[in-house]
């Protein structure tokens, strides 16, 4: 409670600071104190202009010190559920000590005094929020400003604390504080209620893939996911078919971040996937004219989907948290991918340390965006060879994880692809055949279980599909054309019914070469 009554005290002086910086620039602030006024006197006549109100507004919002205080009484009366009024405000300022600061009992009556009407009382709200957000860009401003004549600051790190502020600016997210329980467990309670009106039991970004869905109930938003394999397992060919899915199948905006592949690659890959015409047919452009046809009619979806690819080599965490929140801003992404998280670089102009220790900042900072954005972010890893040194069925496990256990810590789920046909295991325990079978292993996760699921890995096309849809024919029944509802049986086997959109296509994407160095399958 001492924090929350400290918050006016703070919000006033950060007032005060803005007054200052207004005195030098000759300008006074955007403000209204009449609109704060009959925003204040109208939440102590109508609790309806409460409701309409108490999202929009924060203490910060005001500019007069005295309104500060007297919303943060009133927002505290409201999250206890008590009345709202001239009287419990007057009283709860007296409890907190801070009635004076407040104006006083007879300035907190004669707000109420001045309130004809409470009709437009949430389109004052939001002219009171503009001007706020008006005073944070001067103030922002004027802090970029200090920090940039100051000589001894990284500029990098100016760059990127001005760039966070805006975008905490344009989210209407400034400044948060410690939840306080009883908001969170509301949070909480409405999220639980939308999640049980889920009739396909997929609360996060969906895959695409019925076993793996139905295990995670999708992508969960501002988890960290590492999925990694050795080379050749078909990491990208995976996240390529799960973006295709998520993109086109749910239409869900997916950002793809490839450090190793260039765009039109990726795109080729995702061609050669989409149009089930074999990717060395692709490569030497040796299509029959039917095959032509094939290949310009099954592309409009693709053409469409809201996949966004940047492919700058070697890219920096800071310039992969400015690029995410642009992309969110413009496009408002549902899942970031990132291929793969070792060419990464921790950037800056201060010295890194060793490799562990900047993987450890990169794998932190990925997490960081991904709570940030609320988004589920994607990073492939490499494993190291000691998968390929040991004996038995060479199944990878955590310690693999090659150049810092941070990755293993900062990840919510860990998940391996394991294709055993390729190390020459032919048929599993069961005695079942592994040919075209890969498994996704999930060995860490930190809000459910662990399993592992079986796909079918189809080489001559890069791509990955549930293993008993897949029937070999260009065009499957009910795949192209599903929505997003799904439903599972005890085994993880479902059925979705799905709608459809990437950005435009290079040129260049008519010249087709679908291989991409060691983590290539073909």
Known sequence: MDNQQDKPRKTANKTNRLANIANEMGRIPPQSVDLEKAVLG??????????????????????????????????????????????TVTDKLKQNGELEAAGGAVYISQLTNRIASTAHVEYHARVIAEKYIKRELIRMSSEVMKEAFDDTNDVFDVLNKAEGDLFKIAENNMGKSVDVMQNVVREAIEEIEKASQNTDGISGIPTGFYGLDKLTAGWQRSDMIVLAARPAMGKTAFVLSMARNTAVDFNQGVAIFSLEMSSVQLVKRLISSETRLPAEKLRKGDLRDDEFQQLHSRITKLSTAPIYIDDTPGISVFDLRAKCRRLKMQYDIQIVIIDYLQLMTAGGSKGQGNREQEIST???????????????????????????????????????????????????????????????????????????????????????????????????????????????????????????????DDQGVGSYTVQSKMNSFDDDANDFDLSDGEDSPF
Not at 447 to 458: D, H, P, S, V, Y
């Open 42 to 87: 109208a939440m102590m006549l109508e609790k309806n202009a409460v409701t309409d109100t108490i999202d929009i507004l924060m203490q910060e919002s005001f500019y007069d010190p005295k309104h500060q205080y007297i919303f943060a009484a009133i927002k505290e009366l409201f999250g206890s559920s008590k009345p709202i009024d001239i009287l």
């Open 362 to 488: 990169i794998s932190r900072s990925i997490k960081e965006i991904a709570k940030e954005l609320n988004v589920p972010v994607i990073a492939l890893s490499q494993l190291s060879r000691s998968v390929e040194q040991r004996g038995g069925d060479k199944r990878p496990v955590l310690s693999d994880l090659r150049e810092s256990g941070a990755i293993e810590q900062d990840a919510d789920i860990v998940s391996f692809i394991y294709r055993p046909e390729y190390y020459g295991f032919l048929q599993d325990e069961e005695g079942n055949s592994n040919a075209g079978v890969g498994e996704i292993i999930v060995a860490k996760h930190r809000n459910g279980g662990l399993e592992n699921i079986r796909l079918r890995f189809i080489k001559e096309y890069a791509r990955f599909d549930n293993l008993e849809s897949f029937d070999g024919e260009p065009e499957m029944p009910g795949h192209n054309n599903l929505t997003a509802n799904a439903s599972f």
